[in-house]
């Protein structure tokens, strides 16, 4: 089975890195699909979110970083894959992933989605909250890879 692991990945945290270490573990294939939006662009590129990803996940050879832009159910039927994954880290989560597989299953019948709960200690990590601590000057170890923690600083010092 080929699963689409998608997301804005700005930057990548433990966290989704976690998901992904788990789902591959019953793919045959797992593509984490960084969704790439020219009107919303983030702070880092689409290319540089691919690299950090491979980076963190060389050792899981079941699994491939590729970018996206348009409906990821597009992208997921292109790729052939016929399962979504998503994490889930609180109530609000649940909540928008119900709202995207409604959508997803109108437009794409053919694609399932397995939701994945975080592990605890990343319950509460989000790419956002990691890039307000860095700015205020707090410590990213153990929420985001060294490679990533290293070009978040650099990032965030030339902004």
């Known amino acids: 089975m080929i699963a689409i692991y998608p997301g804005r ?32 662009p983030g702070l880092f590129t689409a290319a540089e ?28 039927r292109k790729m052939g894959a016929s399962l979504i994954i998503r994490g889930l880290r609180v109530g609000a989560d649940f909540e928008r992933e119900m709202e995207m597989y409604v959508m997803n299953r109108r437009l794409d019948e053919g694609i399932e989605l397995c939701c994945l ?13 990691i890039k307000e601590i860095v700015i205020l000057g707090g410590d990213s170890s153990g929420l985001i890879s060294e490679h990533v923690a290293v070009a978040l600083k650099n990032k965030l010092a030339s902004v």
């Open 117 to 129: 709960f975080s592990e605890p200690q990343y319950q509460y990590l989000s790419a956002s909250l």
């Open 9 to 40: 990945f700005d930057p990548v945290t433990l966290g989704h890195l976690s998901v992904a270490r788990r789902a591959s573990g019953f793919c045959d294939r797992l593509i984490i699909a960084v969704f790439d939006n020219p009107a919303k």
């Open 49 to 76: 979110r691919v690299d950090f990803i491979k980076q963190s996940i060389k050792d899981l050879p079941n699994v491939e970083v590729r970018s996206f832009s348009g409906l990821m159910v597009n992208f997921a």
